[in-house]
């Protein structure tokens, strides 16, 4: 059973920086494709960066691009999001997801992950 744990938000204001993490656990969790998905009020969840289970290929979506950063640890278990240049339209629960497997086409959807965290909420002022 793999196991998600984010941690690292907090309140800023615009424009700083902020750095979430996720531990993971769990007997294949470097096999796994990790993404963090953010909920904001009123909102759907929307994918805002993936990372490849093999490769360690990157992808993020139009909103965040060049903004933030995924990554993982050295160990491959904890997962990294890099957050810069934060807007007050970045505020949203942040959630730590992952799968076994999820074809390219797919990692968009917020249904092609099976294994989530409970969340940390980021909340950038004006």
């Known amino acids: 059973q793999v196991q998600l744990v984010e941690s690292g938000g907090g309140v800023v204001q615009a424009g700083d920086s902020l750095t979430l993490s996720c531990a993971a656990s769990?007997?294949?969790?470097?096999?796994?494709?990790m993404a963090w998905v953010r909920q904001a009020p009123g909102k759907e969840r929307e994918v805002v960066a993936h990372?490849?289970?093999?490769?360690?290929?990157?992808y993020y979506a139009d909103s965040v691009k060049g903004r933030f950063a995924i990554s993982r640890d050295n160990t491959g278990n904890t997962l990294i999001l890099q957050m810069e240049s934060l807007k007050p339209e970045d505020t949203a629960v942040y959630f730590c997801?992952?799968?076994?497997?999820?074809?390219?086409?797919?990692?968009?959807?917020?249904?092609?992950?099976?294994?989530w965290g409970q969340g940390t909420q980021v909340t950038v002022a004006k």
């Open positions: 997801a992952a799968s076994g497997h999820v074809i390219l086409s797919a990692i968009w959807s917020t249904q092609s992950y099976n294994y």
């Open positions: 769990g007997g294949t969790v470097r096999r796994l494709a």
């Open positions: 990372i490849r289970s093999i490769n360690e290929y990157t």
